[in-house]
């Protein structure tokens, strides 16, 4: 697959079907800060979003056409204690599914 990078605020074009999406964050666990990527279809409507909260334990909600979850909740795996990462989001619109790495690691693969 190819890599969309993100850039802060920004909407960039992806092919969920050939391309990730790749964002950086360098933000210790514990400061509560989020971070969040939106989707959107062709036509510019809001389709989705992937949150990621840095609270002591990182944790993640996903909101998408099946509902509103504003509930976060702790990723099955320990994500890597480094205060700089690498998300990988991946998602598979044949099958719905979710897939987030972590500086290499699998932390999620959701079926939504």
């Not at 210790?28 to 949150?51: L, P, R």
């Not at 334990?57 to 204690?81: A, S």
């Amino acid at each position: 697959c190819d890599t969309v990078p993100v850039v802060r605020n920004a909407k960039k074009p992806w092919n969920p079907d050939s391309e990730t999406i790749t964002v950086s964050t360098n933000i210790v666990a514990g400061s509560g800060e989020k971070v969040s990527v939106n989707f959107f279809d062709e036509g510019g409507n809001y389709a989705g979003s992937v949150f990621i909260s840095f609270n002591t334990q990182i944790q993640y909600t996903i909101l998408w056409c099946i509902g509103w979850c504003t509930n976060y909740t702790r990723f099955p795996v320990t994500v890597p204690t480094e205060t700089q990462k690498t998300w990988i989001i991946t998602y598979n619109y044949t099958d719905k599914r979710v897939v987030l790495h972590c500086n290499g690691v699998q932390v999620l693969n959701v079926v939504i």
